[in-house]
């Protein structure tokens, strides 16, 4: 069990202390690692001093691989996995947290700036985003609903991209590699003093290594400032994305083992595919209303229109969200004791209509799909709100608590318009208003070392298919889950700041655990069936080592030691109590690092264990494991002053390892046929990438 290695924290407090006094040699020639700041909608932007175990991506680390996948840097993280398909279909699951849902990710709450990314139907996609107009990345890991709201496994909090005042540029980047993969951007950005505009378009293609997996997507994003003055600002963010992908969907064992590269037969005999165009946009109005008060308030609107032939039948879905959310954030003093709050509300609302269509595709010639007549028309709208708080007292230069509660209110409606009958009237439905606490304690032994405890419930909301019986009527038997977690942490710098170690220890236990209840094929329908039970370990060190003066090395090291299991679990008459958890790995590895010259020469290197995973609720069946080791290698340069060019080459899955790279959890066999578990992973392959960036 990992709790039987609580040593490890305890040796790392006691190496702490008999290492403190080399915290104060002379580095004046070394380099440390530079200061974390987290977004504002944390209650401080301190990382050292927020107790929550939070993974940072800086926009160094996001572009360290061919800038085209996230999955690879993402899961670098400890306790963070992400499954990903062609790209076409990713799944996040944090701390085993969203494992088992079939397709897509729910469970995690994800903001871009103050703009909610997750629907209405509980639904996250960070895809749509392309990895170079992010900044930074945080990954909330745990229930933190007090600020976050709906998310039981955590949040993930994107930084578009900024640019110093002053600066107007200009960048032009392409990336050519294996498998008909083409992406290419340009960029406009300008930053006066009281306003600032970055705009952006890409392209990103690629064959596909796979049967029926042409992948084309273009976005443009258009974000910045205006109004800028010392103590207000309005930020303005949209982002347009057109998508195209068709869909290979998974293989069963033997195929995966014999012949990766082909796609499931009835995917290509209907050329199934993906398609849709979505629009996300926001303003954001922050100001300070005097020395110790300010407020945050933004609105924001997501719309979505989606087609999707699938061999049974065409979905097409249209989505339009939109809500408003307001932050006030201060500070104040009791006695000698002083004190930062948060408190806002938000309220969402989200309106969705699907309606699936027959799928002709046996009678039309080979050509793939072909729309037929009409089966269901569904429409529904869902709306919540969260009023949230939380304060931070700081009892001492040493101590200090932090409490947090949000309230959680959420309604819907269904109205079933096709097939027309009188037995199909709107339907109403509410939960239970929801109460998520917070409660945290945090101790600094000296400035560069913390130690924190936290304890924090959680929910997560169902999915739209989840709320529907299978006859397309509101589930009221289903309810959301909930959770509560309980973690001990550390964050501790060594070698004065040179060395960053963090470690976290938790142990939460889910109720009413939503399972996806299979009904037909690819069809599944939601119901709580139990308890699961999350504990685990998850240690994580960064280094920078300063070589001499030509050399400089950066390194890590991350892992996760996990213990996933269902607690109380009956589904169908089968018991799975004490079963491990579906689709999620017990332990994961990552390890790399980046050795730079001052001439602008680079090198870096990353490893990558993924333990085997469990691919049905029984356990029968394993995912075996697997290692990834990808290179890079890269040389910045200027050419003339203004003007810098950038050139790299990468090989990913050098050691051409066969692996899974996305499991659809309990695949069932049709027929007698062999159930279909495995996304086989990309084999080796190769990429270039060269831009040329012009400050004027």
């Known amino acids: 069990m990992p709790f039987q290695n609580c040593f490890l924290f305890l040796l790392i407090l006691f190496i702490s202390k008999n290492i403190s006094a080399q915290e104060n040699i002379d580095s004046t020639k070394t380099q440390k690692l530079d200061e974390v700041l987290i977004s504002p909608l944390h209650i401080n932007r301190d990382l050292q001093n927020s107790p929550a175990s939070i993974g940072i991506l800086s926009e160094k680390e996001l572009l360290r691989n061919n800038t085209t996948d996230i999955s690879n840097i993402i899961n670098t993280i400890p306790g963070v996995f992400m499954q990903s398909s062609n790209i076409t279909t990713t799944r996040i699951s944090i701390r085993g947290i969203g494992a088992r849902t079939p397709y897509g990710t729910n469970k995690i709450r994800a903001f871009y700036g103050n703009i909610p990314l997750t629907s209405g139907n509980s639904e996250t996609v960070i895809d749509d985003i392309d990895l170079q107009n992010i900044n930074q990345i945080e990954v909330i890991k745990g229930p933190l609903s007090s600020i976050y709201g709906a998310g039981l496994g955590g949040a993930i909090l994107i930084s578009p991209q900024t640019f110093n005042k002053g600066n107007y540029q200009t960048e032009i980047s392409s990336i050519i590699g294996s498998f008909g993969l083409l992406k290419n951007r340009v960029s406009f950005n300008l930053n006066e003093k009281s306003a600032s505009l ?28 205006l109004f800028r003055k010392k103590n207000s600002k309005l930020t303005y963010f949209s982002n347009y994305t057109y998508l195209k992908a068709y869909i290979p969907s998974s293989i069963n064992k033997t195929t995966f083992e014999n012949n990766p590269q082909a796609a499931a037969p009835t995917w290509v005999a209907s050329k199934g595919f993906k398609e849709y165009k979505s629009t996300l946009a926001g303003l954001a109005y922050d100001f300070k209303l005097n020395d110790h008060l300010n407020n945050s308030t933004s609105v924001f609107i997501n719309y979505k229109d989606s087609n999707e032939p699938r061999p049974f039948d065409i979905l097409r879905q249209y989505t339009f969200a939109s809500g408003v959310r307001t932050q006030f954030s201060g500070d104040f003093n009791i006695g000698k004791i002083k004190n930062q709050f948060i408190a806002g509300l938000e309220y969402f609302r989200d309106n969705y209509s699907g309606n699936t269509f027959e799928n002709l595709y046996q009678q039309n010639n080979g050509n793939g799909s072909l729309q037929g007549d009409q089966l269901t028309a569904t429409d529904q709208k869902r709306h919540f709100y969260n009023v949230f708080s939380q304060i931070r007292t700081l009892l001492s230069d040493r101590f200090e608590i932090q409490a947090g509660l949000n309230y959680n209110k959420t309604k819907f409606e269904l109205q079933n318009d096709f097939p027309a009958s009188a037995n199909n009237p709107k339907e109403k439905y509410s939960y239970d208003g929801i109460f998520s606490p917070q409660l945290s304690f945090l101790f600094k032994p000296n400035e560069v070392q913390t130690i924190y405890f936290s304890a924090s419930r959680g929910f997560s909301l169902p999915a739209t298919e989840e709320t529907l019986t299978s ?23 060594f070698f004065n700041k040179k060395l960053y170690a963090e470690i976290a220890i938790y142990r939460m236990e889910i109720k009413d655990l939503l399972v996806a209840k299979r009904i037909g094929d690819d069809q599944y329908e939601g119901m709580n069936a139990g308890k699961t039970f999350h504990e685990g370990i998850e240690i994580s060190l960064n280094h920078n080592w300063p070589i001499n003066r030509i050399f400089t090395l950066n390194s890590y090291v991350g892992t996760s030691i996990g213990n996933y299991e269902f607690k109380e679990f009956v589904d169908n008459g089968n018991d799975y109590s004490g079963n491990k958890l579906t689709g999620v790995p017990a332990n994961t590895a990552s390890a790399g690092f980046t050795l730079n010259l001052n001439s602008g020469f680079y090198f870096t290197a990353d490893f990558q264990f993924t333990d085997k995973i469990p691919m049905n609720d029984s356990n029968a069946d394993y995912s075996d494991s697997y290692s990834l080791l990808n290179l890079k290698a890269g040389y910045q340069f200027e050419i003339l002053s203004g003007l810098k060019a950038h050139f790299d080459a990468g090989i990913n899955n050098v050691m051409d390892e066969k692996y899974a790279s996305m499991i659809l959890t309990n695949a069932t066999a049709v027929g007698n046929a062999l159930p279909r578990f495995y996304y086989p992973g990309l084999p080796i392959n190769y990429y270039g990438i060269i831009s040329l960036n012009y400050v004027f």
């Open 471 to 493: 006859t397309g009527n509101i589930n009221q038997n289903i309810k959301p889950e909930t959770g509560y977690n309980f973690e001990l942490g550390g964050k501790l710098h």
């Open 198 to 225: 970055n705009l952006s378009y890409h392209n990103l293609k690629t064959d596909g290594w796979r049967e029926n997996s042409v992948y084309n997507r273009e976005g443009i994003t258009l974000g910045g400032e």
